[in-house]
């Protein structure tokens, strides 16, 4: 089955903890997109990559760290959370940058006390 | 600075009804334009989109209408469904392989 999994799907945490939330698929997309969803904010692109090795800030990049070291995998890593991270994220996928295909993973609600 | 605007924020409607839901956006930049459904709990899915050299696509109940002049587009439900109530963003794509600015959403209820 065509899928993109996020782990974990819940996470409370403190402030300053790192953490890396994951992001995998399975359908060999080369473009692959991080997104925090707020309320009242919509969807807010945090990093995208074209391929591996090629990653490229989107509007809210700001604390966040990324790497796409495998074409599967495009982990999402917090350095240094604070409470304004608290959000829910999504991560996804493409087969092509007019997103025609793209796929969003169920989203991983973190909680940053 | 929001770079599409999205409206309304929530909408109810009748089932059968029309369900309209409107977009500006001011980067003459942007060159693809989606819509999204997500549903409670689910990730966003793609629904339909639309190029700037097309003013209408229709797939289906769901009908894009773009107006590249006044930089608007809008997704129209036609024969709204119960299950059709998710909330809808809007979506714009340029200035980059993958770069995409979305509207805030608009919660759609569609009651019986």
């Known amino acids: 089955e065509a899928q993109v999994t996020q782990n974990p799907r819940y996470l409370i945490t403190v402030t300053g903890k790192k953490l890396t939330v994951t992001c995998s698929q399975n359908m060999n997309h080369e473009y692959m997109s991080w997104y925090r969803q707020d309320p009242g904010l919509g969807l807010r692109q945090i990093y995208y990559s074209m391929n591996v090795e090629v990653t490229d800030k989107g509007d809210v990049p700001e604390g966040y760290k990324v790497s796409r070291k495998e074409k599967r995998n495009f982990p999402l890593i917090l350095e240094s959370p604070s409470p304004n991270q608290t959000s829910l994220y999504f991560c996804?996928?493409?087969?092509?940058?007019?997103?025609?295909?793209?796929?969003f993973g169920p989203g991983t609600r973190l909680l940053v006390l | 600075q929001q770079q599409v605007k999205q409206s309304p924020q929530s909408l109810i409607v009748q089932k059968g009804g029309i369900s309209i839901i409107n977009c500006a956006y001011e980067?003459?930049?942007?060159?693809?334009f989606p819509w999204y459904q997500q549903f409670p709990g689910k990730g966003p899915a793609l629904l339909i989109a639309i190029r700037p050299d097309v003013s209408e696509k229709k797939e289906g109940r769901f009908t894009i209408s773009f107006n590249k002049s006044a930089k608007q587009f809008s997704l129209h439900i036609m024969d709204s469904q119960p299950g059709d109530s998710a909330t809808y963003f809007c979506?714009?794509?340029?200035?980059?392989?993958?770069?995409?600015?979305f509207g805030i959403g608009t919660k759609l209820q569609v009651i019986p």
């Open positions: 996804a996928s493409s087969l092509s940058r007019l997103q025609e295909t793209q796929y």
């Open positions: 980067n003459t930049a942007f060159d693809y």
């Open positions: 979506a714009a794509l340029g200035g980059g392989y993958q770069k995409v600015t």
